[in-house]
């Protein structure tokens, strides 16, 4: 399934939605995506997985790699409503000990201001 | 009809079976969806009780044959006969003595049943190239053998801490390749594979703990989960191949031993490739992915 990115800036708080599967053939596009945000200085990244029903190796380093980077500017890449396939995918390579999950995009923004 | 990537090249496709026991037959589902759907195997890499049905499939076997010869080797009848020497020896090593390593479980039943598949088979016949993993007692590093006897590979692969003696191969002791590395995908890379298809299982723990075998089984699930995660993640993160997770879903849980589930293990197993085969095609035909 082809990927789409769309983003939304809500408060101080970029949100990303991505629907279809981060995998080998997209990520790049995710990552470039992603990275241009940081670029930009919008460090409070919120990715919106609703529609995101796999993601393979390349999705990872995608994600790890947008964590990373926002991170080092002082921000940090959240991640909401991850559909059970991609949750277990995250838990068995241990993404989810590092990167912060919550259930819906609303919780995940309003995370920013705690 | 065989995939073939538009540079003309087809790209090398792995199977990496993990560590899982009865749950490893969600494999002989996923290699039934991959041949359904004309995508062959380049090679084949399995793990502990991956690693039985990773040189089954290596050998050639149908999935038919695979289902019944699983049914026939792994059985609670290979954990019948307690290995009352080595218990007596691990307890009260100045009496019985202590050879060195430790078992509850004699493997003479195993060793039997191994034989049957893989008796006199080795690497060197395999129709798909294999590898299988298995831990060196001595030094704790993963050992990948490729080439010898498939017996002693699988028969050091599977030797379950605690429950089966570690297996000398020349001068290797071997213990379970899931207290090494339960899902080896890096054989995979290493061997050069650009498609890894990786199936993989947490260790079950015991429904309850009821003795002191189910509570050092329970430890070791422990210890082999949680190694699961952390070399998924480095492989995934560490290199550039193509890492494709296929987690068959079961509403039920399986034993150590359910090999009665095998069916339904199977049926789960070709419904999360099959969810995966378009996406398959696609990274095949994908140039310089």
């Known amino acids: 399934m082809p990927m789409e990115v769309t983003a939304e800036l809500l408060g101080h708080t970029t949100v990303v939605r991505v629907v279809g599967s981060v995998d080998g053939l997209t990520a790049d596009t995710l990552t470039g995506a992603l990275q241009s945000h940081v670029d930009e200085g919008r460090i409070r990244l919120v990715c919106d ?30 991640l909401a409503a991850v559909q059970p396939g991609v949750h277990r995918i995250l838990e068995l390579s ?6 912060k999950l919550y259930g819906d995009v609303d919780t995940a923004v309003a995370s920013f201001a705690e | 009809m065989m995939t073939v990537a538009s540079n003309g090249k087809r790209k090398r496709v792995a199977l990496v079976i993990g560590a899982g026991s009865v749950k490893c037959a969600a494999a002989l589902g996923l290699w039934k969806a991959l041949g359904r759907n004309g995508i062959e195997l380049d090679m084949v890499v399995g793990c502990s009780g991956g690693s039985m049905y990773a040189a089954m499939m290596a050998l050639g076997h149908d999935v038919e044959t695979c289902e019944r010869l699983t049914r026939q080797l792994w059985t609670r009848e290979i954990t019948a006969k307690r290995d009352f020497r080595s218990i007596l020896g691990g307890f009260f090593p100045r009496i019985f003595g202590f050879d060195g390593n430790f078992a509850t479980i004699h493997d003479a039943r195993l060793n ?56 000398r191969v020349g001068d290797r002791l071997l213990l379970d390749g899931c207290m090494s590395d339960p899902l080896p995908v890096d054989v995979a890379i290493r061997e050069g ?29 422990i210890y082999t989960n949680n190694l699961l995660r952390a070399n998924y993640s480095f492989h995934n993160l560490a290199h550039h191949a193509e890492i494709i997770p296929i987690l068959p879903e079961f509403s039920e849980q399986i034993g150590l031993f359910d090999t009665h589930k095998i069916p339904y293990v199977i049926e789960q197993g070709e419904r999360a490739t099959e969810v995966q085969i378009p996406y398959i095609h696609r990274m095949l035909d994908a140039v310089n992915v």
């Open chain 1, 49 to 78: 997985l609703s529609g995101v029903e796999y993601t393979s190796s390349a999705g990872l380093r995608a994600l790890l790699g947008t964590l990373k980077a926002a991170r080092q500017q002082g921000g940090d890449f959240r």
């Open chain 2, 112 to 167: 039997a049943a191994l034989r049957g598949p893989f008796g006199t088979r080795r690497f060197e016949e395999a129709k798909i190239p294999l590898h299988i993993v298995a831990t060196d007692f001595n030094n704790g590093q993963k050992v990948v053998i490729s080439e010898g006897s498939i017996f002693d590979a699988v028969r050091g692969s599977v030797a379950i801490p605690y429950v089966w003696k570690p297996w």
């Open chain 1, 94 to 99: 241990g993404f989810t000990s590092i990167l």
């Open chain 2, 193 to 221: 594979a650009e498609i890894i298809l990786a199936m993989g299982f947490d260790s079950p723990y015991p429904r309850r703990v009821k003795s002191a075998s189910r509570y050092a089984f329970h430890v070791s699930s």
